[in-house]
């Protein structure tokens, strides 16, 4: 089975404080991503990447930065914490297409609800 | 503009019923759908998937329609459970890459 490790469950930090969120999957895939999920709001894309040193913007990407530095492993980083970043945030990675019964399916961590204060 | 949409929020149904979860979207590009199902204080799982070639698609108590002309989509559970209450994503990709998601359909199973 794919594993998908976040580093932390729960979180808190205060404003200002510069916060790592760690990710790591065991299954070689490609692509990793990097969500927030908010009440109402679904599953927002903060960052992704589709190969080692290389990332792409998703639709939030503001007041947040990546690093992938081996395949295996994704990191957020929240240059300055702010309140408005009190969120859920989920990792996920899924292969290139090559599989057709996999084709676009991702598997997400247990998510680290971080809190801002 | 939010191209994948669950219009409806939360759904409540009675065990042993069917449940209807919809879905809509508006880009043309997109041809793979998926569904996921989140428990809370755990990550999203994949539960089934369609490709736009495909009309339907049928795992179990699951099966996904997906109507291209309407772009619309829908998620059946027949009997529906109450193990089966969680919020249920919706999920649509271009190809390679990044999946674009709908803000979820709570749905609560009543034994």
């Known amino acids: 089975d794919v594993k998908v490790t976040q580093s932390s469950r729960y979180l808190v930090k205060r404003t200002g404080e510069k916060v790592f969120l760690e990710c790591v999957q065991d299954m070689d895939h490609e692509n990793m991503f990097w969500y927030r999920q908010d009440p109402g709001l679904g599953l927002r894309l903060i960052y992704f990447?589709?190969?080692?040193?290389?990332?792409e913007k998703g639709d939030i990407p503001e007041g947040y930065s990546v690093s992938r530095e081996k395949k295996e492993r994704f990191s957020l980083i929240l240059e300055s914490a702010s309140t408005n970043q009190t969120s859920m945030y989920l990792c996920?990675?899924?292969?290139?297409?090559?599989?057709?019964?996999?084709?676009?399916?991702?598997?997400f961590g247990a998510g680290t609800r971080l809190s801002v204060l | 503009d939010q191209q994948v949409k669950q219009n409806s929020p939360s759904l409540s149904v009675q065990e042993g019923r069917i449940s209807i979860l919809n879905c809509d979207y508006t880009?043309?590009?997109?041809?793979?759908f998926l569904w996921y199902k989140k428990y809370p204080a755990e990550g999203p799982t994949f539960l089934i998937s369609i490709s736009s070639i495909k009309d339907k698609n049928e795992d179990g108590r699951f099966t996904v329609f997906l109507n291209k002309s309407a772009k619309h989509l829908s998620l059946h559970i027949v009997p529906s459970q109450p193990g089966d209450s969680a919020v249920y994503f919706c999920a649509a990709t271009p190809g390679a890459g990044k999946s674009t998601f709908g803000d979820g359909t709570t749905l609560t199973v009543k034994p």
């Open positions: 990447s589709y190969d080692v040193k290389m990332k």
């Open positions: 996920a990675s899924s292969s290139l297409p090559r599989d057709s019964d996999r084709f676009g399916i991702q598997y």
């Open positions: 880009n043309s590009m997109f041809d793979y």
